[in-house]
């Protein structure tokens, strides 16, 4: 089963604009992670938050993350081409260790 | 740094044939992970080793899906007899502990005609 669910499940933009998808899950976790899937590829680690974390920024990534609503953001700015991709969260549940992922979002990213 | 390797990157195969995919994954890495993906799905949690100890199998169709980890570093995941919905892209990953960053390798795309 999936712990997490992406928002939106596709989302289309142009370069330049920014990209934000949501993620939501159910039990309380020990951290979160976003990861990122080209076509036809294996999955990129991001960004790791820890429960006891509010924002984290890595490049052009600020993730958010809202334990008192099972909830976090990705937000890449100024977003390119070469963005294009999947978008997954990933959580660590508190008492099980193993690392359980959404359904993803889809970004297309125009020139 | 050599990533996670997985071999092969594709398989065709009869239905209720056998079929077997490797992963070596990045050493020192005690913890990995076999993932399921079906097309525009998440991955999903086929088994979890912490070393050469399968600690979650909950998710593993038992009755036809096998896997091992031998000495606690290379892993084989093995399906007999295939059956047509087991087409999917089966995902390697690893990392230095549980729910740490895993690192992924490229996938073995298994495809039963």
């Known amino acids: 089963s999936q712990q997490g669910e992406e928002d939106p499940q596709a989302l289309s933009i142009q370069e330049g604009e920014n990209a934000t998808m949501n993620c939501s899950y159910k039990?309380?976790?020990?951290?979160l992670q976003w990861y990122r899937q080209n076509s036809g590829r294996g999955l990129v680690h991001l960004i790791l938050?820890?429960?006891?974390?509010r924002e984290k920024h890595s490049g052009r990534l600020r993730v958010t993350l809202d334990t008192s609503k099972k909830s976090s953001s990705l937000l890449i700015t100024a977003s390119r081409a070469a963005d294009t991709a999947s978008y997954f969260c990933?959580?660590?549940?508190?008492?099980?260790?193993?690392?359980?992922f959404g359904k993803g979002t889809m970004l297309l990213v125009s020139p | 740094e050599a990533g996670v390797v997985q071999s092969p990157r594709y398989k065709i195969i009869e239905k209720k044939q056998p079929v077997a995919f490797w992963c070596n994954p990045i050493?020192?890495?005690?913890?990995l992970y076999w993932y399921l993906q079906n097309l525009g799905q998440g991955p999903e949690l086929l088994i979890r080793?912490?070393?050469?100890?399968?600690?979650?199998d909950s998710q593993l169709p038992k009755d036809r899906f096998s896997a091992e980890r031998l000495k606690g570093v290379d892993s084989t995941l093995k399906i007999q007899p295939a059956e047509l919905g087991d087409s999917a892209v089966y995902l390697c990953?690893?990392?230095?502990?549980?729910?740490?960053?895993?690192?992924f390798g490229q996938g073995t795309r298994l495809t039963v005609v």
């Open positions: 990953a690893s990392s230095t502990s549980p729910g740490a960053e895993a690192f």
């Open positions: 080793y912490e070393n050469e100890e399968a600690v979650d």
């Open positions: 039990t309380s976790i020990n951290n």
């Open positions: 938050i820890r429960s006891n974390e």
């Open positions: 990933a959580t660590a549940p508190i008492g099980y260790s193993t690392l359980t």
């Open positions: 050493s020192g890495h005690n913890t």
